[in-house]
C-alpha cells in the first residue's frame, strides 16, 4: 500500500484498481506458441528509370533527321558509297570487293521511313555493344515504292553519313543484294579502324 510524507496510507487510486483488474484478468494466460513461419525478404526491385530510356529514344530519333533533299548533289550515278576523310583508299576497295565478314544484317523491307530510321539507330547501337566491324543494311530497290524509286537508298545514304560510328559504306556486290544493300564498316573501339 502507498503511503504519504507523513506515513499516513494514501486512498487507492484509479490506477491501482485498473492495474489489479488487468493482473486477475490474465492470471491464467499462456503465452502463444512459436508461429513456425519463415522470415523472407524480398529483394528490392531496381528503379526503371523511365526518363531516362524516353530521353535514350529521342537521341536515337534525332541523330537521324531527314535530309532537306533527299538527293545528294555529291552522289553521281546509282552506286551508293562514301568514306569518311583519313580512310584509306585500300580499306574502301577492301569494302567494295567483300573483304570484310560481315557480322550482322538490317533488312529495312517494307518500312516507312521513320520506322526505317529508328530501326537503324537501334542496329547501329546493337552492333556497337557487339563490336561488328562490318554489316550489310538492306534497304531495297524501291520496286514497290510510289514512283517505284529507291527513297529508302538515298535517305539511308544521308543517315549513315550523319553517324560518327560509320567509316566508310557502298553499295553491296551482287551476291549480298547489289543496288538493293550496302555493305558499312563501322568503328571498332578495341582495333584500329583502319585495318
Avoid at 583508299?89 to 550482322?104: D, E, Q, Y
Avoid at 520496286?143 to 560518327?164: A, C, D, F, G, M
Wanted: hydrophobic share 35%; net charge positive; with cysteine.
Amino acid at each position: 500500500m502507498k503511503r504519504n510524507g507523513d506515513g499516513e496510507p494514501l486512498p487507492p487510486s484509479h490506477m491501482d484498481d485498473t492495474a489489479r483488474l488487468f493482473r486477475e484478468a490474465v492470471q491464467g494466460a499462456a503465452p502463444l506458441p512459436n508461429p513456425n513461419r519463415a522470415s523472407i525478404s524480398l529483394p528490392r526491385l531496381k528503379p526503371i528509370p523511365r526518363q531516362r530510356l524516353l530521353d535514350e529514344k529521342q537521341v536515337l530519333q534525332d541523330s537521324l533527321s531527314d535530309p532537306i533533299d533527299i538527293l545528294d548533289a555529291g552522289e553521281t550515278g546509282e552506286e551508293l558509297f562514301f568514306a569518311r576523310p583519313g580512310i584509306p583508299k585500300a580499306a574502301l576497295r577492301k569494302l567494295k570487293r567483300g573483304g570484310w565478314v560481315i557480322r550482322a544484317e538490317l533488312d529495312l523491307h517494307g518500312l516507312r521511313s521513320a520506322e526505317a530510321r529508328l530501326s537503324l539507330a537501334a542496329f547501329l547501337q546493337h552492333c556497337a555493344r557487339q563490336d561488328c566491324r562490318c554489316v550489310r543494311i538492306i534497304h531495297g530497290k524501291g520496286l514497290r515504292s510510289h514512283n517505284r524509286e529507291p527513297v529508302l537508298k538515298h535517305k539511308l545514304r544521308h543517315w549513315l553519313t550523319q553517324r560518327e560510328d560509320v567509316l566508310a559504306f557502298c553499295q553491296a556486290r551482287p551476291m549480298d543484294g547489289g543496288s538493293g544493300a550496302v555493305i558499312v564498316l563501322l568503328k571498332s573501339a578495341n582495333r584500329n579502324p583502319h585495318g
